[in-house]
Structure formats: C-alpha cells, structure tokens
C-alpha cells in the first residue's frame, strides 16, 4: 500500500514553499488538477489585501468562493473595468460588439480592414488605425474588453502612483496572456509583490487573443524579471492512466519536434484511497469510432453502464472542437431524455446582433452603439454607407445617429424596440409585431416552435433512461471553453484528425497538442474518445498517449 501521508506531507511541503517564499516576483508551474485553487487558499491571509486575477470566467467563480472575503477575485476585462471607472471618475459602458463596429465603419470609410482587436492585444497603439478607432469609440459612447486594458495600462504608464499597491496580486493561467494583458501585471507588479501561476502545455489562445506561452517561459528562465521558480507536481485530479496518458502525449509531441521550448516539468498521480479506486476501476481509455449519427445513444448508452456500476451521483462533460457540433450534440442529447444539460459555448447558432442593439436601446434610447448596430441590421449595405459616411462629416459632441435615419427607417427600429420591451418585461404583444421583431432577429418562428415541440412534447420518450440518469449533470463546450471544468467522465468526441488538427498538411501544431491536452485531463475519473471517420487508421492523437492505454469499443 502506498505510504499516502507521505505523498500529502511531500505536496504540503511544496506548497509551504511557495507560502513561506519572500522574493517579491513568484513563479508557480502547475500542470492540471495539480490544487492551484489550494495553493490560493494558503497564500491568501486574513486581515492583508490581495487581488486575484485570470481571464476565464468559470475559474473566476470557484476562486471567488474559495477566496470569499479575503481577496478581491476578478477577471482581467472586470478589473481593468473597475479601474478605469475609478481613474476617470464615470461608469464606463462596455460591449464586446465594439471592435467588430468600428471595423465595419473603416471598411466602409477606408477600404480597408483592420483587426484592431489584434492591434490593442499586441500593444500596436501607434498604428494610424487606432486614431480612427479611438473617433468611432467616443462617437458610440462604449468601450470594447480590449481598449479598456489598453486605456488602463496607458494611464498607469503616464502616472505610476495612480497604480494601486496589494500585498500581493495572484494572478492565474499567466499562459495564456497577450503583450498587453502582460503589460497590466507589470504595473501592477511595481507596486505590489506579484504570484503568477501558469502551464506552458495548457496554452489555448494564441490564435484567439494573440496570447504565448513565451511570457511565462521567459519568466520561468530569468529573462523577464527576477522570479523565485516553484512548482506543483502532483496531479489529484485525475486517474493515474490519465496522467500517464498526458504525460506520453508529451513526450511523444516532443519527440515530433514540438513543445520544443516548453518548460520542464513534472505531472505526477497523486496517490490517495479514493483516486486509487477510481483508478482500478477506470483502467484504461475507451476508445470509439462510430457514425457521427450514434455518438448520442454511445453517450447514453455509456451513461447507463456508469450508473449501473456506480449507483451515485457523478458529473459528464462532453467536449468538441467545434462550437457548431456542441451545439447540434446538445440538441440530440436533449432528445435522449437528459434534462440537466448546459451548453456552455458563446453565442448560438447565429449571431443575433440585433437584439444585442436592442437591448443596449433598451437601457439607453439615445445610444449611438444600439442605432448603429440596429441600423446595420436593418438596412441594405448602401443605405448604411451613407449612414456611417454622415457620422464620419459630422462635428460636435452631440451626434446622434437616431437622427441621421429616414423616418420609415427610425420608425421600423422604435417599433423593434417596442415589441423587444414588451417581450423582456412579460407583457403582451401583437401577432404582427413578434412576427417582425422574430423576422427582423432571421428566426423562422414557425421552425422555432416545431423544434420546440419535436424536442419537447412531441419528442420520443428515452428509452430506458432511468430518472436518476436523466437528470446527470451534462455539460457540452469546446476544448477552449473546458478551461476550468472539471468532470467525473469526460467524452471527447468528433476526436478525428480533421478536428483535432488544425492544419493536416502540416501536421499537429504545439495548440493541438495543447488543446488535446486539456481536454483529457477534465477527467476525474474516466475519458471516452470517440471518432466519427471512416477507419482509414487511428487519429494521430490516440497513438501519441499510448495504445496501451486503450480500450477499443
């Protein structure tokens, strides 16, 4: 029998070394369920100040319940929010539609398209594009994420002593941070002792927010600053096949050329009666390849085996590449009789930017954002040229493009808005008016409320789908949107080379690995991989953890 007190008092003792650390500037490595969250809890003390940051918003949640009371836990966006607020003395109005405004206004005006999301993330403040972004953002009276960081980081640089000071400032996933998410921790680092805690091989965003790991990496090797290294090892989260799997794919990533800079590390099973058990009785990986079209009843039928087995409680997460697939796998799901599903991915089907203007008219009836996104939606693309052409000639502080519309034209989108009001506060409206707002929205109403009935009333009854099981905790999302979830079982399907890689020319990348990565290690208990291709040889990935480690159903 393992000497499990030994374990614990070796991962204390490694934690006890971050705590008991006084450098000013800390580096923690930790690999997946390696007890960051701990780690959090013991560094943070009673009566002292502390900011704890990260950028996903799921490990936001449980951080600020760990840390109730005893540091102040926010997102990147929602600190630099606060801090804006309180250096300009206002409310500061954000919407994430902003920087995709402002580029359709310059594509109109200039011809030309610009990412100025991409601009603001890698600290490109001089291109003469952002002059033109900073009129259009003053004309629409609302910040996006990104400028907000970038305002706050801007008015720390002209005046140091408006950086407020902490005993120390926590700052997670460091990973996955862009140069001016990177910019923020500096300064707040000149004023307050910093404890930044990251894994080099969980590294999601770099296409989505110009993120690298190499900050972390530059870090951990003494190139950017003189920080004291530490790391967490031991992996309690999941079964030792798991962490054996995680640690092959690795390796063998390596031995292909990639994660070549990556830091060294270790990830380690962490031994205890409970995970011990789980172990033995999740041995290996299972391993599928079936129709696209049976993935659904594999799921439940793989459920029903779980609950046979265990008669308790337990949580699933399934995970796909693709937003699109999650959401089509919710709905089928939902046909098989599961009613605790949460589809946690960003928008739905279709962007419904509409409403999105409506609602910001709804809280404002005189915002030049919610007209403008209104307006977009509503009128043809030369009509709405000469819209955003008068805001360009226009002078003033006092522009208003509810005024710059035609009067059929102003009179469509008040009637929207009428209706939208109607329908947010519960009271009744006419046929005729929901019938445009839902057309105006591109949603086929009559489709909406067949669909509703296919998978309601009128849906089949799951067939053998005890109540108990029907109502298991499902939760459905990205690779990228599992950061900070964790499940007793995970499926990991559509896991087929075509998905999984970005670039199949090519072959995998250092983010596929890292993507794959963090979708096998959500489980606590067991993984299932299931492919939905024609068996013309297993996905690149399956043989990188180790057939071994396999079961094929």
């Not at 109540?467 to 599992?482: E, N, S």
């Not at 492919?531 to 480690?549: H, N, Q, V």
Request: glycine share 6%; hydrophobic share 40%; proline share 4%.
């Amino acid at each position: 029998m393992p000497d499990y007190e030994a374990f614990q008092a070796e991962r204390e003792a490694l934690v006890r070394q971050v705590v008991d650390s006084t450098a000013g500037l800390r580096l923690v490595v930790a690999g997946p369920g390696t007890g960051k969250t701990y780690l959090f809890q013991v560094v943070v003390q009673d009566g002292r100040k502390y900011l704890t940051l990260s950028f996903v918003n799921s490990l936001v949640d449980d951080l600020s319940l760990a840390l109730f009371g005893r540091s102040e836990v926010k997102t990147l966006h929602g600190f630099a929010r606060s801090e804006l607020r309180r250096l300009i003395g206002e409310s500061v109005r954000v919407s994430p539609l902003l920087p995709a405004i402002v580029r359709e206004d310059v594509e109109i005006l200039e011809g030309e398209a610009v990412d100025f999301e991409h601009l603001f993330h890698t600290r490109q403040e001089d291109d003469p594009a952002m002059a033109i972004y900073e009129e259009r953002r003053k004309l629409y009276g609302h910040f996006g994420f990104a400028d907000i960081v970038s305002h706050v980081v801007r008015r720390y640089e002209e005046d140091p002593t408006a950086v407020p000071a902490y005993d120390c400032v926590l700052v997670d996933e460091f990973q996955d941070f862009n140069p001016l998410e990177v910019a923020l921790i500096e300064m707040l680092g000149t004023r307050s002792p910093l404890l930044l805690v990251g894994d080099d091989d969980q590294a999601l965003y770099e296409y989505l927010k110009s993120a690298s790991p190499r900050y972390i990496r530059d870090r951990h090797i003494g190139e950017a600053g003189d920080y004291a290294v530490f790391e967490l090892p031991y992996c309690s989260r999941c079964t030792d096949v798991i962490v054996d799997a995680a640690n092959n794919l690795v390796a063998t990533a390596q031995s292909h050329g990639l994660l070549s800079n990556r830091i060294p590390k270790r990830l380690n099973y962490f031994p205890s009666e409970e995970k011990d058990a789980e172990s033995q009785a999740n041995p290996s990986i299972t391993f599928a390849q079936i129709f696209a079209n049976q993935v659904p009843g594999f799921i439940t039928s793989s459920v029903e085996k779980i609950g046979s087995r265990l008669r308790r409680p337990f949580e699933i997460l399934v995970l796909s590449p693709t937003r699109l697939q999650c959401i089509t796998l919710a709905a089928k799901l939902a046909s098989k009789g599961f009613s605790s599903i949460s589809l946690a991915v960003r928008g739905g089907m279709d962007s419904q930017r509409l409403l999105d203007g409506l609602r910001l008219l709804l809280d404002d009836k005189d915002c030049n954002l919610g007209w403008r996104i209104a307006a977009s939606e509503v009128l043809d693309r030369e009509r709405l040229a000469e819209v955003v052409g008068e805001t360009a000639r226009s002078n003033g502080d006092d522009v208003r493009i509810s005024g710059m519309l035609k009067a059929q034209e102003r009179s469509l989108i008040k009637r929207l808005l009428a209706s939208a009001r109607k329908v947010r506060s519960r009271q009744p409206t006419s046929d005729d008016n929901l019938r445009e707002l839902l057309e105006a929205c591109g949603i086929d109403a009559l489709e909406a409320a067949s669909q509703s009935l296919r998978d309601g009333h009128l849906a089949e009854l799951p067939h053998g789908l005890p109540t108990g099981l029907a109502k298991t905790p499902v939760t459905i999302t990205t690779f990228q949107g599992a950061k900070g979830l964790a499940a007793d079982y995970v499926f990991i399907v559509n896991f087929d080379d075509q998905y999984c890689i970005k670039d199949r020319a090519a072959g995998p990348s250092d983010q596929d690995v890292c993507g794959f990565l963090v979708a096998l290690t959500r489980a606590r208990a067991g993984a299932y991989l299931v492919s939905t291709r024609a068996p013309d040889g297993d996905p690149t990935f399956l043989e990188w953890i180790g057939l071994s480690r396999v079961e094929r159903v």
